[in-house]
Structures are given as C-alpha cells and as structure tokens.
Nanobody
Framework: QVQLVESGGGLVQAGGSLRLSCAAS????????VGWFRQAPGKEREFVGA????????FYSASMLGRFTISRGNAKNTVFLQMNSLEPEDTAVYYC????????????????????WGQGTQVFVSS
C-alpha cells in the first residue's frame, strides 16, 4: 500500500517560487499517475495538474499553465510541483494523490479517480 508525503510548503511573498515534493513510501509510483490538488480556505478542492509516470506526460489546469510545472525523479518515487510567480490567490493546502486508472486529462481531473492521498502541505502567499 503506497503512502504519500508532501513537503516543501511554507510562506512566500507574492512573485516568489516554491517547489513541492510528493514522495512515495512502501512502493514506487510504478507506471501510475500522480495528481496535484489544492484547497483554499472556504473553497472546494481543485485540480492543479498531474503526471503519468510511464512516459512523464503532464497535464495542467488552464489557470496554472505557464506558472506551474510538474516533473518526476528518475526512480519514479518522487514527483515535484514547481510553482513560480505565486500570487495570494495560490494560498491553499496542496495535496498529491495517486491514480491507478487514469491516463487522460478528462480522467485525472476527477478527485474520485485517486485511491491514495497525502496529508497535504500548506502554502501561504503574502501580498
């Protein structure tokens, strides 16, 4: 059973950058997909982006495209979320999750298609 742990969150000033990590323990991500979601205070959880570990194909929410970049480590046990040009609206708890069934954007944006979730890491962007 895979266990996911996010790290790299914290406080950052508007315009700054953060690099979040999602590490798997117990097993690697193999050829599955890893998604990033975020939930801001008082808001519903939303899709940020995802990566398929088989070929490192990436997918992004339109609102994050160009600012956020998802990549993976060579061992397929770590996934990164590079966030640039951060704005106060990016303040949220960021989660990574593993999907064993999704390979397309249409599937990956659905929260119910992920079977394992991390605890989340807080990102706070000050103005």
């Amino acid at each position: 059973q895979v266990q996911l742990v996010e790290s790299g969150g914290g406080l950052v000033q508007a315009g700054g950058s953060l690099r979040l990590s999602c590490a798997a323990s117990g097993r690697t991500f193999s050829n599955y997909a890893v998604g990033w979601f975020r939930q801001a205070p008082g808001k519903e959880r939303e899709f940020v982006g995802a990566i398929t570990l088989s070929n490192s194909a990436t997918f992004y929410s339109a609102s994050m495209l160009g600012r956020f970049t998802i990549s993976r480590g060579n061992a397929k046990n770590t996934v990164f979320l590079q966030m640039n040009s951060l704005e106060p609206e990016d303040t949220a708890v960021y989660y990574c999750a593993r999907s064993t069934v999704c390979l397309t954007y249409e599937c990956l944006i659905g929260q119910n298609r992920y079977d394992s979730w991390g605890q989340g890491t807080q990102v706070f962007v000050s103005s």
